[in-house]
Every structure is written in C-alpha cells, then in structure tokens.
C-alpha cells in the first residue's frame, strides 16, 4: 500500500521561507506525477504545485515566482520550496501522487498524503 508523508510546515512571519517535503513509499513500482495542493479554512482545496515524471511543471498562477517545485527520484520525494510567504498563503497543505503499485493491490495509485499546516503570520 503506498503512503505519503508529508513533513515542514510551520509558522512563519510573512516574507519567510519554508520547505515542504513529501516521500513516498510501500510497493511504488513507478510514478506519474506529484504534486502539492492545499486547503484554506472555508475554500476547496486547490492545486499549488505539480511535476511529472518528464520533469513537466505547472503552478498556480499565486505562487508564480514565490514557490518552486522539485523532487528526487531515486527516493520517490518531492519538495515545496516556498519563498516570500504571504498571510494568503496560510492553508493545510498536501501531498498527492499518481503512479503504478505492485503488490495484492497492483495497478494504478492515487495517493494523499495526511496534511501539514503552514500558517503566515502578517
């Protein structure tokens, strides 16, 4: 069964800096994309940032330049490089990935991980 876990939230001051990282592991034989979504109190949770396996990208347009993506391979992790944090972007953030598992359950996987918060004090 593949599970993610996620660590590196925190609370900042507005302006600071903070790294999400989010390993996968548990029979993974490959995997398509990760990505970070995050959910504000009363708002749906919305895509932050995602990579494929090509190395592909795609933020939302309110972390454009503030907030990069990455990820090592070789140990199914990737990572939430956020700069210049700002009060709005106060949310509980998650990770998710989509691959292929083996195992009893084999075949494709869509997987959360359990959530950190990052909270942006002004």
């Known amino acids: 069964q593949v599970q993610l876990v996620e660590s590196g939230g925190g609370l900042v001051q507005a302006g600071e800096s903070l790294r999400l990282s989010c390993a996968a592991s548990g029979g993974i034989f490959s995997i398509n994309s990760m990505g970070w979504y995050r959910k504000a109190p009363g708002k749906q949770r919305d895509l932050v940032a995602s990579?494929?396996?090509?190395?592909?990208?795609m933020y939302a347009d309110s972390v454009k330049g503030r907030f990069t993506i990455s990820r090592d391979s070789t140990k199914n992790t990737v990572y939430l490089q956020m700069n210049d944090l700002k009060p709005e972007d106060t949310a509980v953030y998650y990770c998710?990935?989509?691959?292929?598992?083996?195992?009893?359950?084999?075949?494709?996987?869509?997987?959360w991980g359990q959530g950190t918060q990052v909270t942006v004090s002004s």
């Open positions: 990579m494929t396996s090509r190395g592909a990208t």
């Open positions: 998710n990935a989509e691959g292929v598992q083996l195992g009893f359950a084999a075949g494709e996987f869509n997987r």
